[in-house]
Each structure stands twice: as structure tokens, then as C-alpha cells.
């Protein structure tokens, strides 16, 4: 009886300690700006963007003058920042889709590619303070 006691006890401190240990202090509190550049259809596509706290916001302007904003997720791992998004533009374009991945190439410059259903295939530039 005693074993399982403690044995319940052990696996709920664990359980307790997993939830409420804090989560590494590298937390990013600094936006992460970067620029897009890309094309769809023969169109020249262009965007700004930031990301924080591993959410992102993108404006970009896509063909026959759409402009729009994309909501970003990533998915923050060791060297890669795989994401993905949902946006709306202009010009009768609705809804847009998105995905990419961005990487770090030192330790405060950044490329990334992605696709955009509105904007087409891009390539990223940013810059990490």
C-alpha cells in the first residue's frame, strides 16, 4: 500500500514539476523583422514582416495591386522555423493560405522561403536583434 502511495505521489510532484517549470529565458520579446520578395503569374510580390513570441504578421502586395495581411504560427525548433498562416487580401483575392520555413544563417541574420496562395513562392531576409 505504502508503495503505491509514493509511487502516486512521485509521478504527480513530476507531473506538477513539468507544468509549472518556466520556460527557457531566451524567450523572444524583440520583433524579428524581415522582407519578402517573390513572384506569382509574372508578378513581382513584395512583403514586410515581424515575428515574436513565435507569432507572426506579414503585409504584402500581390498581383493586380491585392494588398493584404497574413497571421503567422511557428514552430520553434533548434535551427529551423517551420510556419504556417492564414491572411486575407484585396482586390477579390479572400482568403490566403501560407508555409514556409526560416533559418537561422548567423546569429543575427536570417533567410527563409515560403508560399503564399496569393503572392506565390518568396524568399525572406531578416534580421534577429
Given at each position: 500500500?505504502?508503495?503505491?502511495?509514493?509511487?502516486?505521489?512521485?509521478?504527480?510532484?513530476?507531473g506538477?514539476?513539468?507544468?509549472?517549470t518556466?520556460?527557457q529565458?531566451?524567450?523572444?520579446?524583440?520583433?524579428?523583422?524581415?522582407?519578402?520578395v517573390?513572384?506569382?503569374?509574372?508578378?513581382?510580390?513584395?512583403?514586410v514582416?515581424?515575428?515574436?513570441?513565435?507569432l507572426g504578421?506579414?503585409?504584402g502586395?500581390?498581383?493586380?495591386?491585392?494588398?493584404?495581411?497574413?497571421?503567422?504560427?511557428?514552430?520553434?525548433?533548434?535551427?529551423?522555423?517551420?510556419?504556417?498562416?492564414?491572411?486575407y487580401?484585396?482586390e477579390?483575392?479572400?482568403?490566403?493560405?501560407?508555409?514556409?520555413?526560416?533559418?537561422?544563417?548567423?546569429?543575427?541574420i536570417?533567410?527563409?522561403?515560403?508560399?503564399?496562395s496569393?503572392?506565390?513562392?518568396?524568399g525572406?531576409?531578416?534580421?534577429?536583434?
Amino acid at each position: 500500500m505504502k508503495k503505491a502511495v509514493i509511487a502516486k505521489t512521485l509521478i504527480a510532484s513530476l507531473g506538477f514539476l513539468t507544468l509549472f517549470t518556466p520556460n527557457q529565458a531566451s524567450a523572444q520579446l524583440i520583433p524579428q523583422p524581415w522582407v519578402s520578395v517573390g513572384g506569382n503569374d509574372g508578378d513581382v510580390t513584395y512583403a514586410v514582416g515581424a515575428r515574436a513570441l513565435n507569432l507572426g504578421v506579414e503585409l504584402g502586395t500581390g498581383p493586380d495591386g491585392a494588398t493584404g495581411v497574413d497571421v503567422l504560427k511557428f514552430i520553434n525548433l533548434p535551427v529551423i522555423s517551420p510556419y504556417v498562416g492564414l491572411g486575407y487580401y484585396s482586390e477579390d483575392k479572400g482568403v490566403a493560405v501560407s508555409g514556409g520555413v526560416q533559418v537561422g544563417a548567423t546569429d543575427h541574420i536570417f533567410v527563409g522561403a515560403g508560399y503564399n496562395s496569393v503572392r506565390g513562392f518568396n524568399g525572406q531576409l531578416g534580421v534577429r536583434f
